[in-house]
């Protein structure tokens, strides 16, 4: 058995070929051994008084514990064997397997299975396991991140959910953003969960006991500094997920035994999905003229000091113009671009206008392009999204990420034109652009 394997023998008797039963109580037992606490009729493995699951008296019951064995001559004209097994004298879940046989097992006392799948051989996990434990040894916690997202990303979350360290942690939410499967996002998440808690040292005010505990991955475990915020972004991943995603991330939250409450089935399954980015064809959008492709900036602006734009409206333009493809505005969406979610603080509505009209005007601080050519003579162009010693992430126009390793850098350098293509706000009627300003304007985190 396994866990709360406390077991009886609930009303054990012999029948013979007439039906008449003899109660296994009145007969004596040739041998008894169990691997822990006390057999007997009435009494549980622990020594109280036998009951059922359910909290029913069993004093004709023989109490025992997972594993024994029970040996017992069968008496002359017995047919058949007849009881109910089941766990004795707990409400607590726990597995216990009931074997009955007509001659004494070969394995002996304690030995009645054979053993399972962690009992066979398996040399190929010999060296990847030194590896890890080396790696956890060394406090290679760069190294390991560098490899997230990459063909050694499994070796590497493997140790990295050994490694309690405050950079490890934000560094897996940063590689989070730039996953592109739902493999590698819940190969992320589960380091993060088994990161949550960690082994308490030791203070003598316990001690562990003689029987097998095979609950993990903590034998005594708490939270520690960074416990919150890993329980915050797992709730995050998991309200931004999908259906898949979040099902998956159930399953993994109840093996690992952190007790996030609400994530389960039923909030996963009534959590709307959200619909995927449109494509968008940002070229043939900044073809198209309206009112404002007609009209001078400096025109356009003085309007808009009178005309009063709708923030739902204009929701409905930022989608629809194609800002979508590399702007977001809430957080905990997949970061694309520059973040939309907070320009309402830091620019001004007049601001706003003008950085959609010229966008190569003035480029804010965090805007900024970036190229970078590397020494395979690759080339990237876009906004770095997240970096560090080892790497930096880039993000494209499409929102494609790439990881370059610092180390493959050849140059580096912010251009002085913004990637924002000029005119794709030419179409929009005066009323519409200004309510895509009014609704940028809102954002204010």
Not at 105 to 132: C, F, T, W, Y
């Given at each position: 058995g396994t866990s709360t394997d406390h077991a009886a023998w609930f009303d054990p008797v012999f029948v013979n070929a007439a039906g008449r039963k003899?109660?296994?109580?009145?007969?004596?037992?040739?041998?008894?051994?169990?691997?822990?606490?006390?057999?007997?009729?009435?009494?549980?493995?622990?020594g109280s008084a036998l009951k059922t699951h359910d909290g029913k008296s069993a004093p004709a019951g023989l109490g025992t514990h997972a594993e024994s064995l029970i040996i017992y001559d069968v008496p002359k004209g017995a047919v058949r064997f007849q009881a109910t097994g089941g766990l004795a004298s707990t409400s607590q879940r726990g597995t216990v397997q009931f074997i009955v046989n007509d001659s004494r097992p070969a394995s002996g006392a304690g030995r009645m299975s054979k053993e399972g799948d962690h009992a066979a051989p398996n040399p190929q996990i010999l060296l990847p396991h030194v590896a890890v434990k080396a790696l956890v040894d060394l406090k290679a916690t760069e190294a390991c991140l560098s490899a997230v997202n990459t063909e050694q990303s499994k070796g590497a979350l493997w140790a990295l959910r050994l490694m309690h360290d405050p950079k490890g942690v934000r560094g897996l939410m940063d590689r989070y953003?730039?996953?592109?499967?739902?493999?590698?996002?819940?190969?992320?998440?589960?380091?993060?969960?088994?990161?949550?808690?960690?082994?308490?040292?030791?203070?003598?005010?316990?001690?562990w006991g003689t029987r097998p505990d095979?609950?993990?991955?903590?034998?005594?475990?708490?939270?520690?500094?960074?416990?919150?915020?890993?329980?915050?972004?797992?709730?995050?991943?998991?309200?931004?997920?999908?259906?898949?995603?979040?099902?998956?991330?159930?399953?993994?939250?109840?093996?690992?035994?952190?007790?996030?409450?609400?994530?389960?089935?039923?909030?996963?399954?009534?959590?709307?999905?959200?619909?995927?980015?449109?494509?968008?064809?940002l070229a043939s959008i900044a073809a198209k003229k309206g009112q404002i492709g007609k009209m001078s900036i400096e025109d356009v602006l003085l309007i808009l000091k009178k005309a009063k734009g709708d923030e739902a409206k204009g929701r409905e333009v930022f989608s629809r113009q194609?800002?979508?493809?590399?702007?977001?505005?809430?957080?905990?969406?997949?970061?694309?671009?520059?973040?939309?979610?907070?320009?309402?603080?830091?620019?001004?509505?007049?601001?706003?206008?003008?950085?959609?009209?010229?966008?190569?005007?003035?480029?804010?601080?965090?805007?900024?392009?970036?190229?970078?050519?590397t020494r395979?003579?690759?080339?990237?162009?876009?906004?770095?999204?997240?970096?560090?010693?080892?790497?930096?992430?880039?993000?494209?126009?499409?929102?494609?990420?790439?990881?370059?390793?610092?180390?493959?850098?050849?140059?580096?350098?912010?251009?002085?034109?913004?990637?924002?293509?000029?005119?794709?706000?030419?179409?929009?009627?005066?009323?519409?652009?200004?309510?895509?300003?009014?609704?940028?304007?809102?954002?204010?985190?």
């Amino acid at each position: 058995g396994t866990s709360t394997d406390h077991a009886a023998w609930f009303d054990p008797v012999f029948v013979n070929a007439a039906g008449r039963k003899v109660q296994l109580k009145s007969l004596k037992w040739k041998s008894a051994k169990s691997g822990w606490g006390r057999i007997g009729f009435g009494v549980s493995a622990a020594g109280s008084a036998l009951k059922t699951h359910d909290g029913k008296s069993a004093p004709a019951g023989l109490g025992t514990h997972a594993e024994s064995l029970i040996i017992y001559d069968v008496p002359k004209g017995a047919v058949r064997f007849q009881a109910t097994g089941g766990l004795a004298s707990t409400s607590q879940r726990g597995t216990v397997q009931f074997i009955v046989n007509d001659s004494r097992p070969a394995s002996g006392a304690g030995r009645m299975s054979k053993e399972g799948d962690h009992a066979a051989p398996n040399p190929q996990i010999l060296l990847p396991h030194v590896a890890v434990k080396a790696l956890v040894d060394l406090k290679a916690t760069e190294a390991c991140l560098s490899a997230v997202n990459t063909e050694q990303s499994k070796g590497a979350l493997w140790a990295l959910r050994l490694m309690h360290d405050p950079k490890g942690v934000r560094g897996l939410m940063d590689r989070y953003s730039s996953s592109r499967t739902n493999g590698a996002r819940l190969g992320i998440l589960t380091a993060l969960l088994r990161l949550y808690h960690k082994e308490l040292p030791y203070d003598g005010s316990w001690w562990w006991g003689t029987r097998p505990d095979t609950h993990g991955p903590y034998y005594k475990y708490g939270t520690w500094e960074e416990s919150e915020k890993i329980r915050l972004f797992v709730h995050e991943a998991f309200q931004s997920g999908d259906l898949a995603l979040r099902s998956a991330l159930v399953r993994a939250v109840s093996r690992h035994r952190v007790g996030f409450k609400g994530i389960n089935d039923t909030v996963a399954a009534k959590i709307p999905i959200k619909p995927a980015d449109p494509t968008v064809d940002l070229a043939s959008i900044a073809a198209k003229k309206g009112q404002i492709g007609k009209m001078s900036i400096e025109d356009v602006l003085l309007i808009l000091k009178k005309a009063k734009g709708d923030e739902a409206k204009g929701r409905e333009v930022f989608s629809r113009q194609g800002c979508i493809v590399c702007h977001t505005t809430e957080k905990g969406q997949p970061l694309k671009g520059p973040f939309m979610g907070q320009v309402g603080a830091v620019l001004s509505p007049e601001q706003i206008a003008e950085s959609i009209l010229k966008p190569n005007a003035s480029i804010s601080q965090g805007f900024a392009t970036v190229q970078v050519t590397t020494r395979d003579k690759k080339a990237y162009v876009g906004f770095v999204t997240a970096q560090s010693a080892e790497a930096i992430e880039i993000r494209d126009i499409a929102g494609k990420a790439s990881r370059v390793k610092v180390d493959n850098i050849k140059e580096r350098k912010e251009l002085e034109i913004s990637m924002m293509p000029a005119g794709l706000a030419d179409a929009l009627s005066i009323e519409e652009f200004a309510s895509l300003v009014a609704f940028l304007a809102s954002q204010k985190g």
